[in-house]
């Protein structure tokens, strides 16, 4: 695992993103294509949106899985995660295969059907971040670190549903689902490189948490530092409680 701090997230968001449009680029010339797995959150938006500028790349070679979105909720709501994904790299870039999770739909089917194509074949890129409960994806503490499932049905915690009212998406909790559809951890570290982006003050406790303390359940994002090839992308605020000695080396 490799830690590198920025002084903002604009700047974090560039290099991020440069650090993945030439993960893309390598494995189209390599095999023809680049199977790759976004996140949707505010976190992401310097990212995405600089990814989406990127020359040189393919998108037609692009095959694009979504990490995880509410049950019952539908696309046009705010807080979708499916609409995030549309809007801000789908529709911009002209991806044409892609798999969405729909949250309106029969969960178990979307789980099968979803779960089916992505464990297909190889993923070489995963873009995550990290919860402010150390959630990976809407796997929420304690996460299962076992489970071989691609993707999974699972409830999500009152810290969890508390951060998307703290986003904007909902007015208040009670209107946050509570119930997720999930790409499972362990699906997540199949993914031969893996990029977490993850700025601002209100993630510095759990990124503290997930890489000085024990990989752990209880700190599902931890499990990363356990990936051979993975980039902790944080901007100065995001990195701000971490040890001297991991900013230093960052």
Request: charged share 20%.
């Amino acid at each position: 695992m490799v830690l590198k701090v920025f002084s903002d997230k604009v700047s974090l968001g560039k290099a991020a993103a440069e650090h993945a449009s030439a993960a893309i680029r390598s494995a189209i010339q390599d095999h023809g294509q680049a199977r790759v797995i976004a996140a949707t959150a505010a976190s992401q938006f310097e990212f995405l949106d600089t990814l989406t500028k990127a020359g040189n790349i393919d998108w037609q070679r692009v095959e694009l899985f979504h990490l995880d979105e509410y049950i019952g909720l539908p696309v046009t709501h705010p807080g979708s995660f499916r609409k995030m994904l549309l809007e801000q790299l789908v529709q911009k870039t002209g991806i044409t295969k892609y798999h969405l999770l729909d949250g309106d739909a029969d969960p178990a089917e979307v789980v099968s059907r979803v779960g089916a194509a992505v464990a297909s074949a190889p993923v070489d890129v995963a873009f995550v971040g990290i919860g402010e409960n150390g959630h990976l994806a809407f796997n929420d503490p304690p996460a299962d670190f076992e489970t071989t499932e691609p993707y999974l049905i699972v409830n999500l915690d009152e810290a969890c549903r508390r951060q998307q009212v703290g986003e904007a998406w909902f007015a208040d909790i009670s209107q946050v689902p509570t119930r997720a559809i999930s790409m499972s951890v362990l699906q997540n570290l199949k993914s031969k490189e893996i990029l977490a982006v993850v700025p601002d003050s209100r993630k510095a406790q759990a990124v503290k948490a997930c890489f000085e303390g024990e990989v752990s359940p209880m700190l599902p994002a931890s499990i990363l530092r356990n990936h051979p090839n993975t980039t902790i992308y944080l901007d100065k605020n995001s990195a701000a409680l971490l040890s001297a000695a991991l900013q230093t080396s960052a």
